[in-house]
Structures are given as C-alpha cells and as structure tokens.
C-alpha cells in the first residue's frame, strides 16, 4: 500500500500587530535617545563641567557640582508621572555617547514643557543639533499629552536661533539676565502646528 502524501500544515499568517516597539524615547535615522542611567556619570560631567560645552548655556559647574546634579537628574527621571525627562543621545551607528537631551513639564495646569538638547563641541559639524531637536519634539508630542514645547537661546546665538527656527520654534519675547545666566530668547511649538507641519 503506498503511503499518503504528508499533507503540508497550512501557514499561519502573521498577526498584523503594532511593531516591535524601540528601547529609544525618542529617535531619528541616525541618533538614539535613551533614558539616563546611573552609568551615565562620566558624560554627563563632562558636558557640564566642560566651558566650550555650555558657551551659550551658562558656566561650566565644578566636578563637585556636576556629579551632584545628575544624582538628581536620574532622580527626576524616574519620577512617575512625569516631570522630567533626562536622555543620553547616541549615534545608533556606533552606540556612542554624543550629548544630553531633557524634557521639563514647566506647567502642567497648561500642559507646557521645555525641551533642550547639549551636544559635544564635535557633534555639530555632522548636523546632529537639528536632527535631535526634530527627534525630541516629536517624542515630546507622541509620548506626552502636552500642548506645546518651548525652548530658551541666548541673546545673539545666531546657530541657536537657527536650530530653534529650523525645528518649527516660533520666537517670542527676551528674557532679561539673571545672576550668571545670561540674556535669552524664549521659542515655542505648538501640538498643531507641528501635527500640521512635522508629523
């Protein structure tokens, strides 16, 4: 008697569901942002204790000062619901640390928050600025039910304003100086108009 032919398992279809999601908070084609880890020390004093780092951001902090401050950045971030959002940037081609980015609801009653991102000196010849400030904003907006993001440049930084310009910000009163920060400019983005010009 011959033997039947094996009949052949029909092929289950792929269940069409949500893609896998990334470990990113927020990302683009060619940077990650991850959340803040306790490893994350030595960069982090390295960004705010370097002078050509914070140029336009403020004085630089003492070592004392910087390691102080990301106790309570990793505090912040682990904070539920959320107050503050502190992520490492990195270059996914190469796992690389190239900066910081955070994300600060300044009003929760108007649901506002301020974003900002701090990049090695060697990072912004690659146009790495405005491809993270796109990548945040959007992770600001697809992550959080805020209504608008702002932004602060100091007062004559014309790359700042550029970056701040080219990520959708729309320019709005100066901010007087204030002890050893100097004069800034005040920038926001709303939901809508980012729905409507960068989603």
């Known amino acids: ?17 949500k893609p896998k999601s990334s470990a990113f908070y927020a990302q683009s084609k060619r940077l990650g942002f991850r959340l803040i880890t306790p490893e994350d020390q030595a960069l982090y004093c390295e960004l705010y204790t370097d ?7 403020g004085p630089p902090l003492t070592q004392e000062r910087a390691e102080q401050s990301f106790g309570k950045a990793l505090e912040v971030t682990a904070i539920k619901p959320v107050k503050q959002r502190i992520t490492v940037i990195v270059e996914r081609a190469t796992k690389k640390p190239i900066g910081i980015a955070s994300l600060k609801l300044v009003d929760a009653e ?11 000196p060697t990072a912004h010849a690659r146009r790495f600025a405005i491809e993270g400030s796109l990548a945040l904003i959007s992770a600001a907006f697809r992550r959080h039910t805020i209504d608008a993001l702002s932004a602060q440049v100091s007062i004559g930084h014309k790359a700042g304003e550029k970056l701040a310009a ?6 709005g009163t100066d901010i007087p100086p204030n002890g050893t920060l100097s004069a800034k400019s005040s920038w926001s983005i709303t939901r809508e108009f980012w729905a409507d010009n960068f989603k």
Do not use: C, D, F
């Open 166 to 171: 080219g990520s959708g910000y729309v320019r």
């Open 110 to 120: 108007n649901r506002r928050a301020e974003g900002g991102i701090l990049l090695k």
């Open 51 to 57: 002078a050509k780092t914070l140029e336009h951001v």
């Open 1 to 17: 008697m011959k033997k039947s032919a094996k009949t052949k398992k029909p092929t289950r279809a792929k269940k069409a569901g």
